[in-house]
């Protein structure tokens, strides 16, 4: 068990719905991560937040976006979905500001299906 | 294409045998990072390695960054069903990056 929780497990929505993935990060870490798995495109960075502030972006949508929250936990809001949407959408965490003698711990992702 | 490649795709071998897993840059590696993933489960931090030679152990698996090369390689010795799953790794490839890149992925099945 890596300590990053997410919620839900799977999730099941219509094209053009709008969803939310939480995710609490380890404890004492500052740092949350997104990260979507697709069959095609792999594991591929969303976004990162640190003490509540973004600090990096990646193949982010438009549709798509994120905060965390003062008590540190993070959600991922995705709207307008679209059937390329389906993915694993996982969230990790870090101690510090991304540095590379911290490792990621991953959670066990959101599996969300959009039919 | 990918700025991590793994190699091979995927790999049967038999239970008791050695396996090794390739991950190659197209860029300068400032950190590499081997993960397992299980089916549908999340990634289950493996080993990191920072140093051009480091090598590193962890039960029958071994890690090694070979910097001039931008290359890492995964070796498990006499492999075991629990050994089974998908192997990523994840790299550094910009100094002050402040995201991990991931390769494809190389997914092991043991065969008893």
């Known amino acids: 068990d890596s300590g990053v929780t997410q919620t839900p497990k799977h999730l099941i929505t219509a094209t053009g719905q709008r969803v939310t993935l939480r995710c609490s990060p380890r404890?004492?870490?500052?740092?949350v991560y997104w990260y979507q798995q697709s069959l095609d495109q792999g594991l591929q960075f969303l976004i990162q937040?640190?003490?509540?502030?973004?600090?990096a972006k990646g193949n982010i949508l438009e549709r798509f976006s994120a905060q965390q929250f003062p008590d540190l936990h993070s959600e991922l809001n995705l709207s307008s979905l679209e059937l390329g949407d389906s993915a694993l959408y996982f969230c990790?965490?870090?101690?510090?500001?991304?540095?590379?003698?911290?490792?990621?711990?991953f959670g066990n992702g959101t599996r969300l299906t959009v039919t | 294409s990918q700025e991590l490649e793994q190699s091979p795709q995927s790999l049967i071998v038999q239970e008791g045998k050695n396996l090794t897993i390739n991950c190659t840059s197209s860029?300068?590696?400032?950190?590499l990072y081997w993960y397992k993933q299980k089916y549908g489960e999340g990634l289950i931090f493996l080993m990191m390695?920072?140093?051009?030679?480091e090598e590193k152990s962890h039960e029958k698996i071994t890690a090694k960054l070979d910097e001039k090369k931008q290359q890492s390689s995964l070796h498990i010795t006499a492999s075991q069903p629990s050994h089974a799953g998908i192997y990523l790794c994840?790299?550094?490839?910009?100094?002050?990056?402040?995201?991990?890149?991931f390769g494809q992925g190389t997914r092991l099945t043991i065969n008893p």
């Open positions: 860029k300068t590696l400032y950190g």
């Open positions: 404890s004492g870490d500052l740092s």
């Open positions: 390695l920072q140093k051009g030679g």
């Open positions: 990790a965490s870090s101690e510090d500001s991304f540095n590379y003698n911290s490792p990621l711990h």
């Open positions: 994840g790299a550094v490839l910009s100094q002050g990056a402040q995201k991990l890149v």
């Open positions: 937040y640190y003490n509540g502030e973004e600090r």
